[in-house]
Each structure stands twice: as C-alpha cells, then as structure tokens.
Nanobody, 116 residues
Framework: QVQLVESGGGLAQPGGSLRLSCAAS????????MNWARQAPGKGLEWVSG????????AYASSVEGRFTVSRDNAKNTVYLQMNSLKPEDTAVYYC?????????WGQGTQVTVSS
C-alpha cells in the first residue's frame, strides 16, 4: 500500500532552517510528481511546492519562493523540502502528497514551529 512518511520537523528560530524529508513506498516513486502542503493552526490546507517526477519542473507558492527548495532522490524514494529564512508564519503541519490513479495520498505530517 502507498505510504508517505514525513520527518524533520521541529522548533526553529526566526531566520533559521529546517529540512523536511518524505519517504515514499508502495508505488513507483520515480513515475510521479510530488507535492508539499501545509496547514497552519486554524487555517486551511495551503499548497507549498511541487516537483515533477524527474525533477525537471519545480514550482513554489509565492509565500515561500526564494526561501524554500524542493528536491528529490528517486534512488531513495524520498522528497525533501529545505526551508531557510523561516518566519513565524511558516508554523504549520507540513504534509507530502502524491496523486496516483485519481486519488490523493497524504502522509501523517510533521510539525514545524518557528518561534523565538
């Protein structure tokens, strides 16, 4: 079965950095685009970034462009989100997402808290 497992969240100071990972299994990872999304307290789900199956195309939400970098390692079935220059408004649960066969799959999420 499809599994997505995020890790790497935690507490960071404003201006700090964190690197999130999402380990995928149960499908041919290298054939599918992957996305990151987040949900801040009391708010809806916000798409953050996406990356094509071969990494040839990448996109970011305007709120994170220039600060976050998405990448993937198809040999390790893992997608990453490098988050730099973190702001308090980046505080959220971060999820990775795969859209397979007309169905969306989500991980359990990893909490990122940005606070001094």
């Amino acid at each position: 079965q499809v599994q997505l497992v995020e890790s790497g969240g935690g507490l960071a100071q404003p201006g700090g950095s964190l690197r999130l990972s999402c380990a995928a299994s149960g499908f041919t990872f290298s054939n599918y685009a992957m996305n990151w999304a987040r949900q801040a307290p009391g708010k809806g789900l916000e798409w953050v970034s996406g990356i094509y199956s071969d990494g040839s195309k990448i996109a970011y939400a305007s709120s994170v462009e220039g600060r976050f970098t998405v990448s993937r390692d198809n040999a390790k079935n893992t997608v990453y989100l490098q988050m730099n220059s973190l702001k308090p408004e980046d505080t959220a649960v971060y999820y990775c997402n795969a859209h397979l066969a007309l169905k969306n799959y989500w991980g359990q999420g990893t909490q990122v808290t940005v606070s001094s």
